[in-house]
Every structure is written in C-alpha cells, then in structure tokens.
C-alpha cells in the first residue's frame, strides 16, 4: 500500500508563484514515477508533469513549460512542483499520483495511486 499526502496549495495573486510537496509512504521503494495532475471544475483532469525516479527525466504539459518544475528529494520520497508566473486559468485541485510503470508520463491510467489533492486558487 502506498499512501501519498499532498501539501502547499492555497490562494495566490496572478503572476505570484506556489511550491507543491507530495510526500510517499508505504511501499514507496517500488515507485518508478511520480506526476502532478490538476482538475478545475467542469474539467478533466489533466495530466500536469512527471518525473521518473530512475533518471530524473521530466514531462510538462505545454500549458506548464517554462512556469512549472518538478523535483524529487529521494531521501525524503517526496517530489515537489514549483509554480511561477500564476495565472487564473492555473486554478484546480492539484494531486500527486504514482506509478510502478518506468515510462509512465502525462497519462492518469498509468498511475495507481493519488493523493486527496490540494487546492490552488490564482486570484486577486
């Protein structure tokens, strides 16, 4: 079993920036990537970045590239997304999730396990 627990979501300013933790437990040896996916309402979720454990290779989402990094602190299993450059349209509910599947990227179905989600909230 692996439990995954999301922190750092809040309200921010346009153009303000947030950091993200998502913190493993349990079985977190076995996980190969870990990803930040987002939902805002009357959306899908949508797959947001990733980062595989073995490498550290990343993905982005084009609407991210360039405002967003992801991170990981092996010792801690916890992976981190930097925000900057907020904009509304950044407004959801953020999850970390985890795979054991090494080339897992953007994809939900690739991941089994999530977080509760955390709530970020770019408004003035």
């Known amino acids: 079993q692996v439990q995954l627990v999301e922190l750092g979501g809040g309200l921010v300013q346009p153009g303000g920036s947030l950091t993200l933790s998502c913190t493993a437990s349990g079985f977190a040896s076995n996980l190969n990537v870990f990803g930040w996916f987002r939902q805002a309402p009357g959306k899908e979720r949508e797959g947001v970045s990733s980062i595989r454990k073995l490498d550290g290779s ?3 989402a084009d609407s ?3 405002r967003f990094t ?3 602190d092996d010792a801690k299993n916890t ?3 930097q925000m900057n450059s907020l ?3 950044d407004t959801a ?3 970390c999730a985890a795979s054991h599947f090494t080339f897992a990227r953007l ?3 690739s991941y089994a396990w999530w977080g509760q989600g955390t709530q ?3 408004s003035s």
């Open 87 to 89: 904009s509304p349209e």
């Open 93 to 95: 509910l953020y999850y």
């Open 58 to 60: 990343t993905n982005y």
């Open 107 to 109: 994809a939900s179905t």
């Open 64 to 66: 991210v590239k360039g």
């Open 120 to 122: 970020v909230t770019v």
């Open 70 to 72: 992801i991170s990981r």
């Open 79 to 81: 992976v981190y997304l």
